[in-house]
């Protein structure tokens, strides 16, 4: 069983920064996956981002690439999310979420599917 808790969500401006974390409760945190999906309202729940066990190899949506961050530190273990450069449009709840089958990206870790732990998600405005 692994417990998901997000935080750091907060109304900002456009082109501001946030930074989001996430921690999670299990002695085997490094072997994870670990991701993060956003939903706006009215929208279906998308990929933002994830990497693998070791923070070496990370892989990001389109709509975010050049803009966020996603990086890791298993000591503590906690995933983060640095947001720059804020849109409108990058308003949403933001989910981490925890692969426990695998310690390696994969093509479907874009897959929601993929992930069998969610945390209750932290609320991201970017304000005009």
């Known amino acids: 069983q692994v417990e998901l808790v997000e935080s750091g969500g907060e109304l900002v401006q456009t082109g501001g920064s946030l930074k989001l974390s996430c921690v999670a409760t299990t002695n085997t945190f490094f072997k994870m996956v670990m991701g993060w999906f956003r939903q706006a309202p009215g929208k279906e729940r998308e990929f933002v981002a994830a990497l693998n066990w070791s923070g070496s190899d990370t892989v990001y949506a389109d709509s975010v690439k050049g803009r966020f961050t996603i990086s890791r530190d298993n000591a503590k273990n906690m995933v983060y999310l640095q947001m720059n450069s804020l849109k409108p449009e990058d308003t949403a709840v933001y989910y981490c979420?925890?692969?426990?089958?695998?310690?390696?990206?994969?093509?479907?870790?874009?897959?929601?599917?993929?992930?069998?732990?969610w945390g209750q998600g932290t609320q991201v405005t970017v304000s005009w």
């Open positions: 979420a925890a692969d426990t089958d695998r310690r390696s990206l994969a093509t479907r870790s874009r897959l929601l599917s993929e992930y069998n732990y």
